[in-house]
């Protein structure tokens, strides 16, 4: 596998399910995101890890749960989704330096997310 | 205020043409970065170019060049010779010195292609 992954590609699930969405990448990369892109809106932030600590969260409502186990994998955990949570997941990677050197992310296919 | 803007929702372009993607941006920050997204309709975003905003050359890959005009804040994506394959959603994007882990994203422009 190369660049960043996401399973799965597609997944629909009902109000009540469990769920989570995997990421890995394979860049040797040392941070990772979590983004929602809903039809019509501008790309959101959702999570950052740096070095496997979360360093950003967005306002995410908390059915939303990320878990990073180490620098190369990153989860999102689903529980009690609503149906505007419906959207498309990626998930990116990138090599933050100590200078802000504004390395460009390296995106995942994504994951098409409907909640019944 | 919107920190991206990109003021073209869709554009048509004939193959082979030159076309011009439009963005500005809003920062009071004096170190940023800017870049643009090409979204396929698989999803994916795939990096296209990086310009920082102390770099005084416009950035270039291959048919892309990033057109950075620092004092009016805009960073307009030109694409020479568009080919069938270019059709998608371009995304401009920023990286501020302030907020150094975020990334704000445009709206995106769809661009098409006709044979």
């Known amino acids: 596998e190369t660049g960043v992954t996401q399973t799965p590609r597609h997944l629909v699930m009902g109000m009540t399910n469990k769920k989570s969405l995997k990421c890995e990448q394979h860049?040797?990369?040392?941070?990772m995101y979590w983004y929602k892109q809903s039809a019509k809106k501008p790309l959101e932030l959702m999570f950052v890890?740096?070095?496997?600590?979360?360093?950003e969260n967005n306002s995410v409502p908390s059915r939303f749960s990320p878990e990073c186990p180490n620098s190369s994998h990153l989860f999102l955990h689903l529980h009690t989704l609503q149906p505007e949570d419906s959207a498309l997941y990626l998930c990116?990677?990138?090599?933050?330096?100590?200078?802000?050197?504004?390395?460009?992310?390296?995106f995942g296919p994504g994951t098409r997310l409907t909640v019944l | 205020a919107q920190k991206i803007t990109q003021t073209q929702p869709g554009m048509f372009v004939q193959e082979k043409e030159a076309v011009t993607l439009d963005c500005t941006y809003d920062?009071?920050?004096?170190?940023?970065?800017l870049f643009w997204y090409k979204q396929p309709s698989s999803g994916e975003m795939i990096f296209l170019i990086y310009?920082?905003?102390?770099?005084?050359q416009n950035a270039t890959e291959g048919r892309y060049s990033l057109n950075f005009q620092k004092a009016r804040k805009s960073a307009n994506l030109v694409i020479s010779a568009s080919q069938l394959g270019d059709s998608a959603m371009y995304f401009c994007?920023?990286?501020?010195?302030?907020?150094?882990?975020?990334?704000?994203f445009g709206s995106g422009t769809r661009l098409s292609i006709r044979p």
């Open positions: 890890y740096s070095l496997e600590e979360r360093v």
């Open positions: 310009q920082g905003s102390y770099d005084e």
């Open positions: 860049l040797g990369h040392n941070a």
């Open positions: 990116a990677s990138s090599q933050e330096g100590l200078y802000n050197s504004y390395n460009e992310q390296f």
């Open positions: 994007a920023m990286r501020e010195h302030s907020s150094a882990s975020k990334i704000i």
């Open positions: 920062t009071s920050d004096q170190s940023y970065g």
